[in-house]
């Protein structure tokens, strides 16, 4: 009996260290620089469609880029073509805030941490999943530092310890909607004012403070962020933003926009064609 305690105890110990580590699966280490830090989180394993994340932590003051970065800025580039058995990657972006830029303009993307949540397709449901991430990303305060970091992952779990913090990713990726959609906070009116200005009239309750974004259909167009204007209908706020920034040759009617209206507790995202 006294020799057999011992070894109970150890290989209690032991099991203890076995799923501790399995647990730590569940996300990357942490890629730490001065100003930053990132990882990867994965969900549980669950047939061909998997949920990870990119997570970033900030230092005090400094902020990271939205896809589409506002005034100035770089919005962060990730390569996942060296994972293992992943088909696609889907990248859900949360809604950004809008800050300073230090040049007059403003910017728009997250300060202290945020995690972007990603869908990922697995090419074999049944076979093991490995992502691996080439992420470039951009830190500023007044000055701006790129970042380079490569992570890696495996998605092993049934039952993930990062699920809890991936639905609350998910929680703040702004919602589909179209036009004239009966909810609290929804867009009623996009309009193309001749060749030089839009109007986005906004239905949102009292006292409710949005914001307006919005993006073209490619990359390299360039729209002002939407200003509130004081000249609108009684139980409307309206956005007007002038057609600046287009690529040469481009033409804003018809063209397809990305709207993304952000309230104080939920964000929508509109496709829109201007007409």
């Known amino acids: 009996m006294i020799a057999i305690v011992p070894l109970r105890a150890a290989l209690l110990t032991a099991l203890l260290v076995v799923c501790a580590g399995a647990r730590a699966d569940d996300a990357s280490p942490w890629i730490n620089e001065p100003y930053s830090a990132v990882r990867l989180l994965a969900g549980s394993r669950s047939g061909a469609v998997l949920l990870g994340g990119i997570a970033f932590q900030l230092q005090p003051g400094w902020k990271t880029y939205w896809r589409t970065p506002g005034d100035s800025g770089v919005p962060p580039r990730?390569?996942?073509s060296k994972s293992d058995n992943v088909e696609a990657v889907t990248i859900l972006w949360p809604a950004p805030t809008a800050f300073p830029d230090g040049a007059g303009g403003t910017s728009l993307g997250y300060e202290s941490h945020v995690v972007l949540p990603l869908r990922i397709v697995a090419k074999n449901a049944d076979k093991p999943v490995t992502l691996r991430a080439a992420i470039s990303y951009a830190v500023c305060e007044k000055l701006c530092v790129p970042v380079e970091a490569s992570a890696e992952l495996a998605f092993n779990?049934?039952?993930s310890?990062?699920?809890s913090a991936l639905a609350a990713a998910l929680d703040t990726v702004p919602v589909p909607a179209n036009v004239g959609d009966p909810n609290p906070l929804t867009i009623?009116?996009?309009?193309?004012?001749?060749?030089?200005?839009v109007w986005v009239d906004v239905v949102a309750p009292p006292a409710n403070e949005v914001r307006l974004f919005v993006e073209g259909p490619t990359p390299d167009w360039a729209l002002p962020i939407p200003k509130r204007s004081p000249n609108a209908p009684e139980g409307v706020q309206r956005f007007t933003f002038p057609l600046e920034g287009l690529p040469s040759g481009?033409?804003?009617?018809?063209?397809a926009l990305k709207f993304t209206l952000v309230g104080p507790e939920?964000?929508?995202?509109?496709?829109v064609n201007l007409n």
């Open 250 to 255: 481009a033409h804003a009617e018809g063209a």
């Open 78 to 80: 990730f390569d996942f």
């Open 266 to 271: 939920k964000s929508y995202e509109f496709n």
């Open 188 to 197: 009623r009116d996009v309009v193309l004012r001749g060749d030089t200005e």
């Open 157 to 159: 779990n049934v039952a």
């Open 161 to 163: 310890t990062q699920d």
